[in-house]
């Protein structure tokens, strides 16, 4: 384990935003965290874990330590039809959905090529098309930076909710997930609900879809809207889909008959981002080295050599203009760093 100084984060972040961290550390194994913990590196005031980077934008310089997480190793139990599957945070997630998908565990498979690592996944509760994390999730082991200890958390102690996880809230900053264990099955209901899975499956004439059938056709719809990190930089979804009260979605609807919805809980409705975006006039504009995807309006890219700052003022203007038009505030899923 060696603290390296003056490190560009260009190849650290899907981006592809090139700034500089002050120190980076390689974690691969847990005790790495330890021995980091008792040299004092991690009491500085300017500390930040990454992963795979794929959620997150730099507007400038990181002065402080990045220590990045790759920890590796996934392995499984099964038990009465259920399948324990444990993965280390450093794995690429979606090498853990190929992983149970070729074996059969089912669960996770709506989750297919979402970006990002494994131990990002709790953080955010990842999830896509009409699954997310907490379905499937047991518990998370995890390192306390005040204590240098390990701590497990069980899914009622993560207080999960749509993109939020109480290492979002009350515990931001102060733990590090080394581990994930989630709890599938062989005998999985598969969810299908949303149409465009559907749309897919009836063009490929697939009645009655297996797990892997359903996993491809997740990927190949992710892969026609959303572009690929390694060609073009991006983040995946900018900005999350906003949930609106019943009162406000009626008004909505009123005003606009083809807004695009879903369903949401007791009296609450969640809209499509991309479709309120893509409505004030955003879709494939690009301004100067940023834009959003062709494809899909809800992706920021980096068109060029862009910086941080540039992709992060275009996402403030289309927030300000969701804004007058729809009268609906845009949050950022992505991680601002440095504003």
């Known amino acids: 384990m060696n603290i390296v100084k003056q490190v560009s984060l260009k190849t650290y972040n899907t981006f592809g935003v090139d700034v500089k961290a002050e120190q980076l550390v390689h974690i691969e194994h847990e005790k790495d965290l330890t021995q980091l913990y008792d ?14 980077g794929s959620n997150m934008l730099f507007v400038r310089d990181y002065d402080g330590l990045i220590v990045h997480m790759a920890i590796k190793g996934i392995k499984h ?11 280390a945070g450093g794995e690429v997630w979606h090498h853990l959905v190929r992983y ?15 970006p ?7 953080v955010q509760n990842i999830g ?10 047991l518990s998370c082991r995890a390192f306390e930076l005040a204590t240098g200890t390990f701590k497990t958390f069980y899914k009622e102690d993560c207080q999960f909710g749509y993109r939020e996880s109480i290492f ?40 009655q879809p297996t797990i892997k059938e359903i996993s491809e056709v997740v990927s190949s719809i992710r892969q026609s809207k959303l572009p690929d990190p390694s060609t073009i930089g991006n983040a995946g979804s900018f900005f999350k889909n906003p949930v609106v009260s019943e009162d406000t979605f009626r008004t909505l609807v009123s005003d606009f008959v083809d807004i695009v919805y879903y369903p949401f809980g007791l009296n609450q409705y969640k809209l499509a981002a991309g ?9 494939g504009k690009v301004v100067g080295n940023v834009g959003t995807w062709k494809n899909q309006a809800l992706v920021l890219v980096n068109d060029g050599n862009a910086t941080g700052l540039e992709i992060y003022k275009l996402s403030e203007t289309i927030i300000e203009s969701v804004k007058k038009r729809f009268g609906v505030c845009l949050e950022r899923e992505v991680n601002v760093i440095g504003v």
């Open 116 to 122: 990002g690592t494994v131990g990002a996944a709790p």
């Open 77 to 87: 139990r099964e038990r009465a039809g259920a399948v324990e599957v444990q993965a």
């Open 128 to 137: 896509a098309y009409g699954v997310e994390l907490q379905d499937v999730f």
């Open 275 to 283: 479709w309120l975006i893509e409505q004030c006039g955003w879709k």
């Open 100 to 114: 149970c998908v070729d074996r059969g565990f089912g669960g996770i498979e709506n989750l297919s090529l979402i």
């Open 39 to 52: 040299t004092g590196a991690l009491h500085r005031d300017k500390l930040l874990f990454i992963g795979g």
């Open 168 to 207: 979002k809230g009350a515990l931001k900053g102060k733990y590090i997930i080394t581990e994930v264990n989630l709890l599938l099955s062989k005998q999985s209901k598969l969810n299908t609900t949303y149409g465009a899975i559907n749309e897919e499956l009836n063009r490929r004439g697939i009645a």
